[in-house]
């Protein structure tokens, strides 16, 4: 069986589909796909889409057409944990819906029919993606673009937030991280696709896990660092780890 790679960018995935032996070109629900062999495993590149609904998508297509075995998803992410730089690479424990408010219903935050308002992600795979990240920042030793980063990066693991909404504001950022904090969720990363990604594959109990690189601190300038970051840095980060979680799992 296959492992999913999904990405929300063409630049987060062009290093991979560079890489891919056997590429064949798939077209289903509106949404590409590459099948193909990368690092001697069968996998499926695709590209997610921005935001929550089109992830989900294509995460179910990924899991009712392609039968894919785990889903793993690369990208970027805007930091907003202490501590969390960009250059950093937070690998997700769970996920959180920023934007789901049902209260008084339900507990803010929380999917309604789902146990708390956290979404975890698959404790096994999210080991070896991390195992893969540790990898690659120790090759990369003190290699790193200082155009972007004070100080070598460092790897993060907990929860990171998903919205429909491209944060640009540092007062934002705040409003959105102050209350998950007080409520005893620490949130390190915020993005667009990772929660529906991962409430997919918990209805379908297949394994996701999930690693975000840092390109920006969701304030005023996060708009002007992605571009460059996502050319420079971000999809060299992307083909790295995937190299070695592959290398790292059963076939």
Aim: hydrophobic residues 50%; aromatic residues 6%.
């Amino acid at each position: 069986m296959s492992t999913a790679i999904l990405s929300a960018l063409p630049e987060e995935q062009s290093g991979l589909l560079a890489s891919l032996e056997q590429g064949q070109r798939l077209v289903h629900a509106g949404r590409v796909f590459w099948q193909g062999k990368l690092y001697g495993h069968s996998v499926v590149l695709a590209l997610s889409g921005i935001g929550k609904v089109a992830a989900a998508t294509t995460a179910t297509v990924l899991i009712e057409r392609f039968r894919v075995a785990r889903i793993v998803f690369t990208g970027v992410a805007g930091g907003v944990g202490d501590g969390v730089s960009v250059g950093d690479i937070v690998v997700a424990q769970d996920y959180v819906q920023h934007d789901m408010d049902v209260s008084p219903l339900f507990e803010r935050w929380r999917v309604p029919g789902y146990d708390g308002v956290r979404l975890p992600c698959d404790p096994a795979l999210t080991a070896i993606l991390s195992e893969a990240v540790s990898a690659c920042l120790i090759s990369a030793g003190g290699h790193f673009d200082h155009e972007f980063m004070d100080a070598a990066p460092r790897l993060h693991r907990g929860l990171v937030a998903s919205g429909d909404r491209f944060i640009t504001c540092g007062e934002v950022a705040r409003a959105l991280r102050d209350p998950l904090v007080a409520a005893g969720h620490d949130v390190l990363a915020v993005e667009m696709e990772g929660a529906a990604v991962a409430q997919v594959c918990m209805d379908y109990a297949l394994p996701f896990a999930a690693v975000r690189t840092i390109s920006d601190r969701a304030d005023a300038t996060a708009h002007v660092d992605f571009p460059v970051f996502m050319q420079k840095v971000a999809s060299r980060y992307a083909e790295r780890i995937v190299r070695e979680l592959l290398l790292n799992l059963k076939k």
